[in-house]
Each structure stands twice: as C-alpha cells, then as structure tokens.
C-alpha cells in the first residue's frame, strides 16, 4: 500500500515519476531497497510494483484484461524472428515512442510491463538526437534520454531509434520550400507525384516535376540515416536494427510523410535498418492500435475486435486520471492528444 500525504494533483504524480525513475534503475542492477523516502510534499513506503501500479494504473488494467483476454505479447525484436505464418491468433507487438513528456512515466509502464507480461515484451523508440526536439526542446533533453536509455539497456529491454527523416534532410539542405504552407505542398504533390504501393513496400512516382527534388533527398538519405546510426551507436553503444517513424510537425511531413519515405524499397534494400515500425510489409499482417487520440478502448480494452495488433503506446497518455470535483479528468492543462503518431 502507498501512503502520501496530500499534495496537488501534478506535484504528486511528478514527484512519484522521478522516485520510480531512481527505484527502476537500482532494480534493473539488482542492489537492494528497502525504504523510499522523497521531498517535503510526499513520502511514501512501498515496493517498485506497487508504486509503477498506482502511476500507470490505467494502463496496468489494460494489460491485465488483455492478458485474460488470450493475448501473446512481443517486442519488435521478437515478432522480427517469429515465423510469420505461426504467429498467435491474439497478439500484441507493443511498441513505446518516447519523446520528451513521455519519459518521466516511461520508466513505470515499463514496470508494469514486467509486472503484469515479464520482462522483455516491448520495444522503446527514442527521440534522440532529433533536430527539432533539440531546438524546440533544448540540448538537456538529450541527457534525460540517455539516463532513461542507460536504464532500460541494463534491464536488456529492445531499444531502437525514434527518428524524422524529413527533418535530417532539412537540417542538412535547407530546401527552398521548407516554409511552405501544408495546402500549397500538398497541391504541389498531388499534381507531380503518386505513390506506387507493393507487397513489401512503396516507392513514388514523378509524373509531372520533380519540384520537391525526391531523387535528391532519396539519394541524400543513405548518408543522413548512415551517420544518423553512427551517431546513435556511439552515444548509446547499440546498434541500429530498426526505426520507428516520427509524426513531425514539420509542414512537409504532411506531404512526404516519414512513415512513406521510410517505407520505401529503395531505402529498405539499403541495408541501414531492417524495418520501419510503418512499412507496409509489417501492416500487412498487424492491425494498428494507437492511444494517440486518446481512444475509448484505453479504459475499455474487451471492445477491441480479436486479432493481431501493432500497438503504439506513449506512455504519457497513460498517465493518471485526477479527480477534478466535476469527474475524473486529465491533468489539467495536459489533456490535448499527443502530435506524434506519424500516419
């Protein structure tokens, strides 16, 4: 059982968040705890478990019903290596994209994950080194990401890239319709390109001009996701096996959406990466579960139809429910969707 003392709505949950941060870390390295106690505002006593439960309860019921409900669960790495043609009639391949908001409850729905489905059972994709997320951001949003990949990479979790494409090529060419509005790039589009979609992935086709230049970024992408994977491995001391598409809010990735330039044959045989979390080879057989527009089915999993899933969890949008004296309501302030879901 948790004991606090009475704190504000926010203040409690942050100050829990950043505790649990330091618990999952010593736990992960197997050193004991016995007591925990934090600031001035909250104090409590109780196990890593317990404390990951209360934080991310919504999402501990989720998957304790879909547990009960015959669902298999997989990290990328492991649906990768599953022989396709055998795969479970229930299965959820659980996928986190962890961008700046999401960190502080990441590290307890990976404790709740190892609670309710053991360890193992999940890939986290990181917004590092991303050029936007620093400069909107700040650069000390890196060092929270590498403390948080540090952590998860002494638990052996599968940890892969969460990247932008579109906004490599930008910061690297400065194109000359970087501002140019949503409408006027997507009448740009639909007059000169299509999109050709096969069995295992997709490619364009020009049928008027070439004025978004594809065959240059097509052939300056190599090289951008190339250092792009260098510069990962050397901060975290992985190695790149597969990327999980950004949502920027980069007007351009409206048009040339990373999931679609990353889904390309022409950059998969390029040997760079194995998958993107989009491609179509793996939609093919997955259906898409995605919290990004806070669906009823967080709360209410037995209405999701039976079958296999891609579920695309931000751990922020799990984060708990605060009683407002007019029902439960989302922390106040916080309670917009998340922009981050590429398609």
Request: net charge neutral.
């Amino acid at each position: 059982m948790i004991k606090f003392k009475r704190t504000t709505g926010k203040n409690q949950v942050i100050v829990g968040l950043i505790v649990f941060s330091t618990i999952l870390a010593f736990q992960c390295e197997k050193e004991s705890l016995e007591n925990l106690n934090n600031s001035d505002s909250t104090q409590m006593k109780s196990t890593p478990d317990s404390l990951a439960i209360h934080e991310m309860s919504r999402y501990y019921n989720f998957l304790e019903q879909m547990k009960k409900e015959g669902y298999v669960f997989y990290d990328f790495r492991s649906y990768l290596q599953a022989d396709t043609s055998r795969l479970p009639e229930k299965l959820i391949v659980i996928r986190h994209d962890i961008h700046s908001r999401d960190i502080p409850y990441a590290y307890a729905a990976y404790e709740v994950e190892e609670k309710v489905i053991g360890p193992k059972h999940s890939t986290f994709y990181v917004l590092l080194d991303d050029p936007v997320d620093i400069t909107q951001v700040g650069p000390s949003i890196e060092n929270k990401y590498m403390k948080f990949l540090h952590t998860l990479d002494t638990c052996h979790v599968d940890i892969q890239p969460h990247i932008s494409p579109i906004d490599l090529y930008i910061s690297s060419k400065h194109p000359y319709w970087l501002k140019y509005p949503v409408d006027s790039l997507k009448s740009m589009f639909s007059r000169n390109y299509e999109w050709e979609i096969g069995k295992t992935g997709r490619s364009i086709k020009i049928k008027g001009r070439d004025v978004f230049q594809i065959n240059d970024i097509n052939k300056s992408m190599p090289g951008l996701l190339s250092r792009f994977n260098s510069e990962w491995t050397k901060q975290t001391g992985m190695q790149v096996q597969g990327y999980s598409a950004h949502g920027s809010a980069t007007a351009m990735n409206k048009v040339l959406n990373n999931a679609y330039l990353l889904d390309q044959d022409v950059l998969l045989h390029s040997g760079l990466y194995q998958y993107d979390t989009y491609n179509t080879k793996i939609l093919r057989r997955l259906n898409y579960l995605s919290d990004n527009t806070l669906p009823s089915w967080m709360d209410d999993p037995v209405s999701i139809k039976p079958g296999r899933y891609e579920f695309l969890m931000h751990p922020y949008q799990w984060r708990p429910l605060m009683d407002s004296g007019n029902g439960n309501k989302l922390e106040a302030g916080l309670s917009a969707p998340v922009q981050h879901d590429a398609l």
